[in-house]
């Protein structure tokens, strides 16, 4: 029976760690995530799912004592940080990422939103979920599989998130059979044999984006339209505009006061 250590948050990680725990041929030997007293915008813990289970937890800053005990794969889902080649190495296996977007398309963070921006000029309007290999540099390895969702003209960021994760649950419970027996790692296809346009926008690459002066709030435009939907993510800050000196924030469905 093959061995996982799971690195997780986010629903999509209890989800996850639920299929995994339900499997008869799979052993989940460690979980790592959050801190306990960490703050997070999501609901669900990984942390007190895994507890539950009966499962060893690890915070994210002791993920290197994974290399203490031999482990078939490492399983990474929506883990904030990059691993480095003594860990990625580690597994007798592979090394596994539930990345939500499709690669090579979308690497790096804010994919959601980019995704949004891009559909209307790109004419692309879908948005995927992917299952690859891990590399030292992030969201590079070798495909093993994705999943896609459409990208409809009332999404906002928040909302096809929210549609991805299912795909991603599909994703992720078709593969298990191919974990279980070690065959995964026969179904790799290198990011240079897929074609189209490439993507890589680091953390704060909406941050610019977000301040929308007043004045182009009368325009029809398409472009304002769909970058107030890209921002619209409860409950991280949306785009805004200044009235009177008063900062009024912009959703989709019209205007409101953010708190955080």
């Not at 997780?8 to 799979?26: E, F, K, M, N, T």
């Not at 891990?134 to 929210?162: C, H, K, N, W």
């Not at 549609?163 to 059979?177: C, G, H, I, N, T």
Request: glycine share 4%.
């Amino acid at each position: 029976m093959p061995t996982l250590a799971l690195l997780a948050s986010h629903p999509l990680g209890v989800r996850c760690l639920d299929r995994l725990h339900d499997h008869p041929d799979i052993e989940v030997t460690t979980v790592v995530t959050y801190a306990p007293d960490a703050e997070t915008w999501w609901e669900g813990s990984v942390r007190g799912r895994a507890h539950e289970l009966g499962y060893d937890v690890l915070a994210r800053e002791d993920v290197d004592r994974l290399t203490d005990t031999p482990v078939d794969y490492l399983l990474s889902v929506y883990f904030p940080d990059i691993l480095g080649e003594t860990l990625l190495d580690h597994p007798n296996e592979l090394p596994l990422n539930l990345h939500q977007a499709e690669l090579p398309r979308y690497r790096g963070s804010n994919v959601f939103s980019h995704s949004i921006l891009n559909a209307r000029d790109d004419d692309y309007w879908q948005h995927g979920t992917t299952l690859h290999v891990m590399e030292p540099s992030v969201d590079s390895g070798a495909v093993i599989d994705r999943r896609f969702a459409e990208i409809r003209e009332s999404d906002t960021a928040r909302s096809l998130y929210e549609r991805v994760k299912e795909q991603s649950v599909e994703l992720f419970e078709a593969w298990l059979p191919a974990i279980a027996d070690r065959t995964v790692g026969d179904h790799q296809t290198p990011q240079s044999e897929f074609d189209g346009p490439r993507y890589f926008y680091a953390k704060d690459s909406l941050d610019d984006l977000k301040s929308i002066p007043p004045e182009r709030l009368a325009d029809p435009d398409t472009e304002l339209y769909d970058r107030i939907r890209a921002l619209d993510f409860p409950p991280h800050e949306p785009a805004w505009t200044t009235v009177a000196g008063e900062r009024i924030y912009l959703t989709r469905d019209g205007y409101r006061r953010y708190q955080r």
